[in-house]
């Protein structure tokens, strides 16, 4: 599941770039014919963002990481002890 968050994640990245890119006055981006392309994106804008953010969600929870957050610093850590969560669903 490690592929759906590299995935996930530039698509992300990628597609807030390509919305404000065919949207706004950049160096080429109004050379070109982008008005459809810019209200497609636009329009499905909530759907691209779900869709990937949920990729990062499930990609981070299926691969077993837990974020530990202490008053130092951020780290993500693999979970180790999976038998607990086992152990809840009995």
């Not at 209200?39 to 077993?64: A, C, D, E, N, T």
């Amino acid at each position: 599941m490690k592929k759906l968050f590299w995935v996930g994640l530039p698509g992300l990245f990628l597609f807030e770039i390509a919305n404000v890119y065919f949207i706004m006055p950049m160096p080429g981006s109004q050379q070109m014919n982008s008005i459809d392309a810019a209200y497609f994106l636009y329009k499905w804008r909530w759907v691209f963002r779900g869709l990937f953010g949920m990729m990062i969600i499930i990609g981070l929870f299926r691969q077993g990481l837990r974020i530990i957050m202490s008053k130092r610093s951020f780290t993500i850590q693999p979970l180790k002890c999976c038998h607990l969560l086992r152990s809840h669903r009995s």
